[in-house]
Antibody, heavy 116, light 107 residues
Framework: EVQLVESGGGLVQPGGSLRLSCAASAFTFTSFRMSWVRQAPGKGLEWVANIKEDGSEEYYADSVKGRFTISRDNTKNSLNLQMNSLRAEDTAVYYC?????????WGQGTTVTVSS | EIVLTQSPATLSVSPGERVTLSCRASQSVSSNLAWYQQKPGQTPRFLIYNAATRASGIPARFSGSGSGTEFTLTISSLQSEDFAVYYCQQYNNWPYTFGQGTKLEIK
């Protein structure tokens, strides 16, 4: 079964850092762009970052540009999101998702709470 | 950035009814539009891609149409499990964007 499993969420103070990971299984990871999408409590979906199949290109939402870095390790079938200078407005469930005509496979999400 | 505007924000409907949800783009996204369903506490579910193609395992009562800037998602006969929030999303231009969602409520 195609699966994405996120980890790394938690409580962090404003200005702090957190690294999210996503483990992919049961599909050819190197054939797909991958993304992170987030959802703040009670709010809609926001596409955060996107990375090309070979990791050569990255795209970021303006809201996270310069603070977040998306990366992937194709030898380990894993996707990462390094989040620095975190703000209260970054509090959300973060989803890892596979890019195929939109987002066809989603992980279960990991919760990030930024609060003092 | 392409803005997607969904209407209405909330729709109260009865089981068995036919419903049409709208998604309007601020500029053309060709047919590069997807629809998702999200129930409370659950991960979004991929419903429709390329504006009109049902994803694997999606019941035939769900259909999508449109191109350019105007899109619709139609549910031909609402089932109890269809009450949820529906999002459209364009993948024609980065940054990819979502609409704000339409919530289907039981009347």
């Amino acid at each position: 079964e195609v699966q994405l499993v996120e980890s790394g969420g938690g409580l962090v103070q404003p200005g702090g850092s957190l690294r999210l990971s996503c483990a992919a299984s049961a599909f050819t990871f190197t054939s797909f762009r991958m993304s992170w999408v987030r959802q703040a409590p009670g709010k809609g979906l926001e596409w955060v970052a996107n990375i090309k199949e070979d990791g050569s290109e990255e795209y970021y939402a303006d809201s996270v540009k310069g603070r977040f870095t998306i990366s992937r390790d194709n030898t380990k079938n894993s996707l990462n999101l390094q989040m620095n200078s975190l703000r209260a407005e970054d509090t959300a469930v973060y989803y890892c998702a596979r890019v195929w005509n939109g987002l066809d496979v989603w992980g279960q999400g990991t919760t990030v709470t930024v609060s003092s | 950035e392409i803005v997607l505007t969904q209407s209405p924000a909330t729709l109260s409907v009865s089981p068995g009814e036919r419903v049409t949800l709208s998604c309007r783009a601020s500029q053309s996204v060709s047919s590069n539009l997807a629809w998702y369903q999200q129930k409370p506490g659950q991960t979004p579910r991929f419903l429709i891609y390329n504006a009109a193609t049902r994803a694997s395992g999606i019941p035939a009562r769900f259909s999508g149409s449109g191109s350019g800037t105007e899109f619709t998602l139609t549910i031909s006969s609402l089932q109890s499990e269809d009450f949820a929030v529906y999002y459209c999303q364009q993948y024609n231009n980065w940054p990819y964007t979502f609409g704000q969602g339409t919530k289907l409520e039981i009347k």
